[in-house]
């Protein structure tokens, strides 16, 4: 069983930054993929940013430039840099794990909130 504990969300002000962490209970390089996706009340949740054991990264459009995934392998971990964030970065976020076998498993963390005040 694979556990994701996400941390580092809270409330800031717009132009403000965070760093949300993704500590996983195994080694990362078990994955094929690891991502954050966020989730804001009423819409879909949707892909924030990914990374594949390759380093391929991948942003959403909203947050290029203002946004910076990354891991630390060591620490089985994976981190989210939030700069200039806006209201609408308002959400639940939320760590993916992906592995790709004979089928594919995706893995979920629980969730932790993200508020931007204006």
């Known amino acids: 069983q694979v556990q994701l504990v996400e941390s580092g969300g809270g409330l800031v002000q717009a132009g403000g930054s965070l760093r949300l962490s993704c500590a996983a209970s195994?080694?990362?390089?078990?994955?094929?993929?690891m991502g954050w996706y966020r989730q804001a009340p009423g819409k879909q949740r949707e892909l924030v940013a990914s990374?594949?054991?390759?380093?391929?990264?991948n942003y959403a459009d909203s947050v290029k430039g203002r946004f910076t995934i990354s891991r630390d392998n060591a620490k089985n971990t994976v981190y989210l840099q939030m700069n200039s964030l806006k209201p609408e970065d308002t959400a639940d976020y939320y760590c993916?794990?992906?592995?790709?076998?004979?089928?594919?498993?995706?893995?979920w963390g629980q969730g932790t909130q993200v508020t931007v005040s204006s």
């Open positions: 195994r080694s990362i390089f078990s994955f094929n993929a």
């Open positions: 990374i594949t054991s390759g380093d391929n990264i």
């Open positions: 993916n794990a992906r592995r790709i076998t004979f089928k594919e498993y995706n893995y």
